[in-house]
């Protein structure tokens, strides 16, 4: 079963220290998104990476529908590997969406966990007056619809948009390419489970301290989002990041790094 979990989810295992770091990538990516930010914790965490089932080189033929119709089932995929890995004290980074994936994973099994870090993250991207989530149920609707009647046209306009920085083309080619490698199938169940989730009951039930980094100009989770999670995730940090876009780790790695530091240096003292 633990050679089954590791070859399913493409698990990768590194670094020189001990307290496992774990990084759980967003929709329409996957591990390799991490290698700007992971080379500065190799000495001091061993570090975890995967592919969730659908997306990445995880197992294609292991993907299951129902499982994947709901962020449970990614948050049973992290979980797989925490107990393949039999890993304790974890450092849970999450990208997007999958910062409710850590805190489903978290509030499942807290003993687990140590501390979240969360970047982008948010609990509903669909507006509910007074709740701010950026997107009304029409623009998902049709991004949905996009992606079942041309899906690398949806691909080619979405990915730069969630990236920003146009200064930049290549790290908007870089998420489109990630999107257009996706099985359109898998990642419209993906994007649907995504992007009509939502989590809010979730977040008042977490026991797990997180950081919550929180981009500047992002249109998938506005500043309001990371507000809303600041004051409704009890023992939570908010960090507002210059950074723009939706993709910290990729756009502006050195200040995702200097702001996990800074978060997780006490711990590394003590």
């Known amino acids: 079963m633990t050679q089954d979990v590791l070859t399913r989810n493409n698990v990768k295992v590194f670094g020189r220290g001990t307290q496992p770091m774990v990084f759980a990538h967003g929709f329409g990516c996957d591990q390799n998104m991490w290698r700007l930010v992971t080379p500065a914790f190799e000495d001091d965490y061993r570090i975890v990476l995967l592919d969730y089932v659908g997306s990445g080189h995880?197992?294609?033929?292991?993907?299951?529908?129902?499982?994947?119709?709901?962020?449970?089932?990614y948050a049973r995929d992290v979980l797989d590997v925490v107990h393949a890995l039999d890993l304790r004290d974890v450092i849970l980074v999450g990208h997007s969406v999958s910062g409710m994936v850590a805190v489903l994973a978290a509030n499942q099994e807290p003993e687990r966990f140590e501390r979240l870090v969360l970047i982008g993250p948010s609990p509903r991207y669909i507006n509910d007056p007074p709740y701010v989530g950026g997107f009304e149920r029409?623009?998902?609707?049709?991004?949905?619809?996009?992606?079942?009647?041309?899906?690398?046209?949806w691909a080619n306009f979405l990915a730069p948009a969630i990236m920003k920085n146009p200064d930049r083309p290549e790290l908007g080619e870089e998420l489109t390419s990630g999107f257009c490698s996706t099985d359109p199938v898998v990642a419209r169940r993906f994007a649907q489970a995504t992007f009509l989730s939502d989590n809010r009951a979730d977040?008042?039930?977490?026991?797990?301290?997180?950081?919550?980094?929180?981009?500047?100009?992002?249109?998938?989770?506005?500043?309001?989002?990371?507000?809303?999670?600041?004051?409704?995730?009890?023992?939570?940090?908010?960090?507002?990041?210059r950074a723009t876009g939706h993709c910290p780790h990729m756009s502006h790695p050195e200040e995702t790094i200097e702001l996990m530091r800074h978060?997780?240096?006490?711990?590394l003292a003590a």
């Open 58 to 73: 995880s197992d294609l033929s292991a993907y299951d529908p129902e499982r994947y119709a709901t962020l449970d089932g």
């Open 263 to 267: 978060y997780l240096q006490p711990a």
């Open 138 to 153: 029409a623009d998902i609707e049709g991004l949905l619809e996009m992606m079942d009647h041309n899906f690398i046209g």
């Open 203 to 241: 977040l008042g039930r977490l026991r797990v301290p997180s950081l919550i980094l929180q981009c500047s100009d992002d249109m998938v989770a506005p500043v309001e989002v990371g507000e809303y999670l600041s004051r409704a995730l009890p023992g939570s940090t908010l960090r507002v990041m």
